[in-house]
C-alpha cells in the first residue's frame, strides 16, 4: 500500500434502516482497517432494492479504494446482494457445484433436506476469490474491479467476525497494510477537561500526532495508535507519568476486574453495604469470573431497618445525622467489614432522585466510605445526573476509592 | 403527501467513522418519519471533508424527497456542513445579526465573550427558513431545494431531539403526512419461535401486515404500527387474547417498573436474597423511581456464610443439599421475607460460570424462588449463556416468576 488507503463500508438490508437497529458490523471492520492504517471515509445502510444497491455500489466504490459490503448474501428474493455487484461491477456469475454440495451436507447433518432455493446462495463470481463461509451457509467474495478490491461478507455477526479474521486482516497485512499498534489507558476520577489540562505537555511534545480521548461511562480513555510498539511503549511511559494512578487499567479492563485482581493477588477480601445503589456494585463486583474467592457478598440495605440489620449501623446513628450522611456511610463500611470479616467494607448511601433531595441534601447527594480494619475513608459527591446515571457513577467511583485505598495499604500485609 | 414519500439521513463528522461510535440520531428520525409514514430508503455517515460532502448530498437528494443532514454546523473549520449545502444546492449565504446578538447574549450569560469564529453559525441561507436552536449555539435550516425538502440539524443529540420535537414533527403532521399509530407489546419468558407458533392465528387473520418481533435482552417485543389508533387497539385485543399474562408491559415499561407498580399499587413490599445475581436484582429493582415505597433491599449472600448469616438459610440446608439448590433458593426467599417483614421474598442461587459447574450441575444452571406467607414457588433453569448473560437473564426470569406470582394471587390481601 503506497500511499494511505481509503475504505467505504456498505451494510445492506432493509431491517437495518428501521428506529430500532444499529449497524455495529461496520465498527468491527473499522477497527480492522484502522489496525492497518486504513482510512474509512465513509458508510452507508441501504435497503433491499436492487437499483439502490446498484447505484450505491458505483458511487462508494468511486470514493475508495477498498469497498466493503456487508448482507444481503442469504437464500431469499430480498437478498440481493450478488444481483447487484454482477449489475454494478459487470461481472458473470456461474453455479459453483461444490457449495451445492457442502450446502447439502450442511442441511444433511441437521436431518434436513436443502430447499432448493439456497441454490441462489452457490452462485460465484467468474474468476473471482470465493471465500468459504464455515460458520453459515452464504459464503463472501473478493473481487478486484478495476484495480480497486470489494470484499463483500455475511451480515450475520459472528460469521462476519470470523471472516475478517480468517480472511480479511491477513488480507490487510499481506497488502504491505502496516500493522499498527494500539494501546488504550483508562483513567478514572477526571472530567474531559482536567484530562485535556493535564495532557498539554504531552501535546506540546508530541505536535501532529493523533491521540484520541474517548468519554466511557464513568471514565476517560486514551486511544494510542503508532507504526511501531517501541513507539507506543514509550508514549505510554510519558503518559503514566503524567497520570499516574489515575490511569487504573489498559485496553478492555474494566474498573471491577482491576480492583478484583488487585485483591485476588493480595488474597485479601471486600464486603458491601449499599443503599442508593441498590445492588449495582455488588453486580458489578460479580461480573467478573472468579469474584466469588475475594467478594463475599454484603447488603442493599434500602431502608433504615436493613441498614442497621445487615450492616449493624446504630439507629441513633441514623436518627441523628440521616441516612444519609457521612457518618452513616462510614458505619455501613465499617459494619458490614466487621460483621463477615473481610479485608475491606464499602458504603454508600446517597439520593438517587429523581425526588428525596432537599437544600442540605440534593438530589444526587451520595456517600461513600471505604474501611479496613484500621481507617475509614469518606468521600462526599454531588451527581448532576438523573437516577441511573447516579447509580451508574457512584458504582464507579467507589470501585476507583477502593481500588486507591487499597494502593494506599502499600504491599499486602495479609 | 400524495405518495409515500422517501427519506435520506446523513450524519456528518469525521469521529463517527471510528471504530468506537454508533449513530443513534438517525433513530430518533426515523422514528419520527415512520410515525408520519415515510420511509427512510437510505443513510450513511461522511466524515469533514467538504468534497466528500458535496457529493454525498447531491448523491443523497437524488433518492429522496426528504434530505435530512446532521452534525457539522459547530464554529470551527471542520465544521463544513454550511459551506457543502450551499455549494452542492448553489445557495446564497447572509449574516444574521440577530443570531450573532442571540449568540453573544448566550456568552454573556455564563460570563464569557463569544469567540469570533462562532461568528460562522450566524450565517443562514438566504430566502430559507432558520430553526432557531434554544439548547445550543448552533441554528438548523429547514431547504426547499428543486420542490425536495432538505432538513439540517446539528448532532448533538438533546439539541436533535428539541429539534424534531419543535420543528421536525410539526412540519411532518402539517405536509399532510398521516400520522400513524403504534403500540408495542412487551412479552418475556418465551422464545422467538414460540413467539412465531402462536401468532399464527394472527397473521392468518392479518395476512400480508406487518407485525415487527424484535428480541430485546430476556424479552421478545411486538411493535404494531397502524393508520388509525382503532386498528391498533383492535390488533392489540388479538394479541393480548392470544399471549395472555405473557404479555408483561406496553410501549417503554420495563419488567422492572411493572413488578414496582404492582407492588406499589398493592400497597406490598419486598425483600430479595442473591447469590449468583450480586445484586443485579436489587439494582433493576432500584433502578425504578420511587422504588424505596415497596423494596426493603436484602443480602448479595455470595457465600454459604452470608446466606446464613443475612438470609438465615439453616447451614445444615446447605451441607445437604449444596448452595445451588432447590431448597437453599427457598430458605433464601423465605429467609429474607421473614426477616424484613415483607410480603414477598425472592431468592436467587446458580452458577454464573465459567468455571464452578460440574455434570450434575452445569454452567447456567439457576434456582429462583419467590415467597410469601403462605407458599414458596421455585423454577430450575440452565441458560446456555456466559457469565454477564445468565445473570441478566435470572434477574428477567426473577421478575417475571414474581410478577405472575403476584398476580395469581389475585387481589391485594393487605
Chains 1, 2 share one sequence.
Not at 474498573?255 to 485483591?263: D, I, R, T, Y
Not at 442497621?308 to 465499617?334: K, R
Request: with cysteine; net charge neutral.
Amino acid at each position: 500500500m503506497p500511499h494511505r488507503m481509503k475504505a467505504a463500508i456498505i451494510a445492506i438490508g432493509s431491517e437495518m434502516l428501521g428506529p430500532t437497529r444499529v449497524d455495529t458490523n461496520s465498527l468491527k471492520l473499522t477497527a480492522a482497517l484502522e489496525n492497518y492504517g486504513v482510512a474509512v471515509v465513509r458508510k452507508s445502510v441501504v435497503g433491499d432494492s436492487l437499483q439502490d444497491l446498484v447505484g450505491e455500489m458505483e458511487f462508494s466504490l468511486g470514493k475508495a479504494d477498498i469497498l466493503i459490503v456487508t448482507g444481503g448474501l442469504g437464500p431469499t428474493e430480498d437478498d440481493m446482494t450478488r444481483e447487484a455487484l454482477s449489475k454494478a461491477f459487470g461481472l458473470e456469475m456461474d453455479l459453483d457445484q461444490s457449495i451445492v454440495d457442502r450446502l447439502q451436507a450442511r442441511f444433511a447433518a441437521r436431518g434436513w433436506k436443502m430447499p432448493e432455493v439456497n441454490k441462489r446462495q452457490a452462485y460465484v463470481f467468474r474468476g473471482q476469490t470465493t471465500l468459504t463461509n464455515e460458520r453459515g451457509t452464504a459464503p463472501g467474495f473478493h473481487l478486484v474491479v478495476g484495480g480497486k478490491h470489494v470484499w463483500v461478507f455475511p451480515g450475520v455477526p459472528n460469521e462476519l467476525e470470523w471472516m475478517i479474521e480468517t480472511y480479511f486482516k491477513p488480507w490487510l497485512e499481506q497488502t504491505g497494510g502496516k500493522k499498527r499498534h494500539r494501546r488504550v489507558l483508562k483513567i478514572a476520577g477526571m472530567t474531559e477537561s482536567g484530562v485535556e489540562e493535564r495532557l498539554k505537555p504531552y501535546y506540546d511534545a508530541h505536535k501532529g500526532e493523533l491521540l484520541t480521548i474517548l468519554a466511557a461511562p464513568g471514565g476517560l480513555e486514551l486511544h494510542l495508535l503508532r507504526d511501531t510498539a517501541d513507539e507506543v511503549a514509550s508514549r505510554e511511559r510519558e503518559l503514566l507519568d503524567l497520570f499516574g494512578n489515575r490511569v487504573f487499567g489498559f485496553d478492555d479492563e474494566t474498573l471491577e476486574f482491576v480492583v478484583g485482581s488487585l485483591l485476588a493477588n493480595r488474597g485479601e477480601t471486600l464486603a458491601t453495604a449499599e443503599s442508593c445503589t441498590g445492588g449495582l456494585l455488588g453486580s458489578r463486583i460479580t461480573d467478573v469470573p472468579g469474584s466469588s474467592r475475594y467478594y463475599v457478598g454484603g447488603g442493599v440495605c434500602y431502608t433504615a431497618t436493613t441498614k442497621t440489620d445487615i450492616a449493624g449501623v446504630d439507629p441513633q446513628l441514623i436518627q441523628q445525622h440521616g441516612e444519609v450522611s457521612q457518618e452513616v456511610a462510614e458505619a455501613l463500611a465499617s459494619g458490614i467489614r466487621e460483621r463477615f470479616h473481610t479485608t475491606y467494607g464499602v458504603g454508600i448511601t446517597g439520593i438517587a432522585g429523581p425526588t428525596g433531595g432537599s437544600e442540605a441534601k440534593p438530589v444526587g447527594t451520595v456517600h461513600i466510605a471505604v474501611a479496613d480494619a484500621t481507617r475509614v475513608e469518606h468521600r462526599k459527591i454531588v451527581w448532576p445526573f438523573t437516577r441511573t446515571l447516579v447509580k451508574w457513577f457512584s458504582s464507579q467511583a467507589a470501585l476507583d476509592q477502593l481500588r486507591l485505598f487499597i494502593l494506599g495499604r502499600g504491599a499486602s500485609r495479609s
